[in-house]
């Protein structure tokens, strides 16, 4: 039998940290995408079904990010990680997150609470978001774990999650969140509302 020519451990070790990279870039993406939702939650104040629209979409997103971290990131993370407060932390921060994404999804935006709820679930990923991307993820830097392996799970249970949440459109779902925007000023307008305002 043909045997296969063994990698050697420096192949081993920059493969393992090129996919650790691209781990932590995903899951950076993802923060960076509801993080800016949230903001623009803000600016639609008044637009009740664009705030729907846009708490319904943030919400899937979230229970998508947080099942993948909680299935296949945080177990390789607490072994890698000295500390396993950060990961106990997290993980009870998620859980405090899909209490409020239930609250979230029983309720419309003519609900006295429903922006107030989804601010604080705001705040709380903002919280979440600067623990990982600040404290976890460095922390993971020289860590002995597979990242190959991590990330091929990833990526596979990210397809069959976006599917069971009905995030399987990755570019529609782009743009329906770009339909949300008001289209991008021109330059004309936006100096004419510039003078416009200078002048009151
Ligand atoms: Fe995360
Ligand atoms: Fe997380």
């Known amino acids: 039998m043909a045997e296969t020519t063994p990698r050697s451990a420096a192949a081993t070790t920059r493969a393992r940290n090129a996919a650790r990279e691209e781990i932590i870039e995903m899951l950076k993406a993802d923060h960076k995408k509801v993080k800016k939702a949230f903001k623009d939650f803000e600016k639609l104040e008044g637009d009740d079904e664009a705030r729907e629209q846009i708490v319904r979409q943030t919400c899937a997103e979230l229970t998508l990010h947080a099942e993948l971290e909680e299935q296949c990131f945080y177990g390789p993370a607490r072994e890698a990680l000295k500390e396993e407060d950060m990961v106990d932390e997290a993980e009870v921060e ?106 009151r």
Do not use: C
Not at 182 to 189: K, L, M, N
């Open 94 to 199: 998620h859980a405090s997150a899909k209490w409020l994404i239930e609250q979230l999804q029983s309720m419309s935006a003519d609900d006295e609470k429903f922006a107030a709820t989804f601010t604080v679930l705001g705040e709380y990923i903002n919280h979440h978001v600067k623990e990982e991307e600040k404290e976890m993820f460095p922390s993971l830097e020289r860590s002995k774990v597979d990242w190959e392996a991590v990330l091929q799970e990833m990526t596979q249970r990210r397809q069959e999650l976006a599917q069971e949440l009905g995030l399987a459109e990755e570019e529609g779902e782009d743009e329906e969140m770009q339909a949300l925007q008001p289209p991008p000023a021109s330059r004309g307008s936006r100096s004419r509302a510039a003078s416009a305002s200078r002048g």
